[in-house]
């Protein structure tokens, strides 16, 4: 696998993170059965896709870069599907997560693997 492919996989399991989240919070505890069972799919599922970015792309970053993509993202959809507040401090937060994620991807040198 390339360094590349790892960095798209941790994208896409830091969005199956997100998608996690909603379907755990709609399973209302475990006990709509099919947003439960929809939970535990799309945990295996960025669990899978995170052990094979993890296995080309250096942990501290990787780690540091998927959990800030699922905590906007968790923000966001908080946000749109949960009517959740988002005043200007919860933005100005996810911002600095946005910088602090780009610049982890930028400080590792792109697409160097290191």
């Not at 790892?6 to 399991?13: F, R, T």
């Not at 997100?18 to 059965?33: D, E, H, I, R």
């Not at 799309?42 to 250096?58: G, R």
């Not at 949960?82 to 933005?91: K, N, S």
Request: zero cysteines; charged letters at 5%.
């Amino acid at each position: 696998m390339t360094y590349s492919t790892g960095w798209i996989l941790l994208v896409i399991s830091s969005i199956l993170d997100v998608f996690w989240a909603l379907a755990t919070k709609k399973s209302n505890g475990m006990t709509n059965w099919g947003w439960g069972l929809l939970s535990l799919l799309l945990l295996a599922a960025f669990v899978l896709s995170l052990s094979k970015a993890l296995s080309v792309l250096p942990l501290g970053i990787a780690y540091a870069v998927w959990t800030g993509i699922g905590a906007v993202g968790s923000v966001l959809v908080g946000t749109m599907v949960f009517g959740e507040p988002l005043g200007a401090q919860r933005i100005a937060y996810v911002t600095i997560i946005v910088i602090a994620i780009v610049g982890l991807h930028l400080g590792t040198g792109g697409d160097v693997a290191g």
